[in-house]
T-cell receptor
Framework: GAVVSQHPSRVICKSGTSVKIECRSLDFQATTMFWYRQFPKQSLMLMAT?????????EQGVEKDKFLINHASLTLSTLTVTSAHPEDSSFYIC???????????FGPGTRLLVL | QKEVEQNSGPLSVPEGAIASLNCTYSDRGSQSFFWYRQYSGKSPELIMS????GDKEDGRFTAQLNKASQYVSLLIRDSQPSDSATYLC??????????FGTGTSLTVIP
């Protein structure tokens, strides 16, 4: 149980375009989802926390207008990188936690390359 | 002071040895503790969770928790080359906020 999927697994786009990444909890209802970013050989960096039906809470230094997060249902959260630039190239990972749960389960990640 | 601190390593152990990974945390009210493994280029996967003082064993893995010392560790017995990865300690603090350490890189040498 506790499976989280992400789509796409890999995306290459041109600078200035927007990219949407989906995160789904497949066998449980995720009241809270988290979005992380990880640059090569660096640690996980939490970008934002989203609760179903409410606005996401962004970490300091993360631009909410650039990284749009929608958590419209208990099984789906999306992260949209707007007007992507090469410095946004990174490994984006989501995780999910069910109601009352304390464990975070991670998706497989999405590797974004902006040319 | 960081919420969760780990020695970044790298830690190298020979195959078959015991690997010992350590983690300290700052919020004394923390109740839940987790170890994740992350292979290079992959996302983290949960190895173990521990909630009570003492040891918890699962196969070759043993998690140890000492709340008085605010210390949690992971022992890997009979280490295998496939255990080579970065190990992340995570803590759910009293405010139900989840914090990760920066991870310890482990290399098991054949």
């Amino acid at each position: 149980g506790a499976v989280v999927s992400q789509h796409p697994s890999r995306v290459i786009c041109k600078s200035g375009t927007s990219v949407k990444i989906e995160c789904r909890s497949l066998d449980f209802q995720a009241t809270t989802m988290f979005w992380y970013r990880q640059f090569p050989k660096q640690s996980l960096m939490l970008m934002a926390t989203s609760n179903e039906g409410s606005k996401a809470t962004y970490e300091q230094g993360v631009e909410k207008d650039k990284f749009l997060i929608n958590h419209a249902s208990l099984t789906l959260s999306t992260l949209t990188v707007t007007s992507a630039h090469p410095e946004d190239s990174s490994f984006y990972i989501c995780s999910a936690r069910d109601f009352g749960g304390e464990t975070q389960y991670f998706g497989p990640g999405t590797r974004l390359l902006v040319l | 002071q960081k919420e969760v601190e780990q020695n970044s390593g790298p830690l190298s152990v020979p195959e078959g040895a015991i690997a010992s990974l350590n983690c300290t945390y700052s919020d004394r009210g923390s109740q839940s503790f987790f170890w994740y493994r992350q292979y290079s280029g992959k996302s983290p996967e949960l190895i173990m969770s521990i909630y009570s003082n003492g040891d918890k064993e699962d196969g070759r893995f043993t998690a140890q928790l000492n709340k008085a010392s605010q210390y949690v560790s992971l022992l890997i017995r009979d280490s295998q080359p496939s255990d080579s990865a970065t190990y992340l300690c995570a803590v759910n603090n009293e405010g139900n906020q989840f914090y990760f350490g920066t991870g310890t890189s482990l290399t098991v040498i054949p």
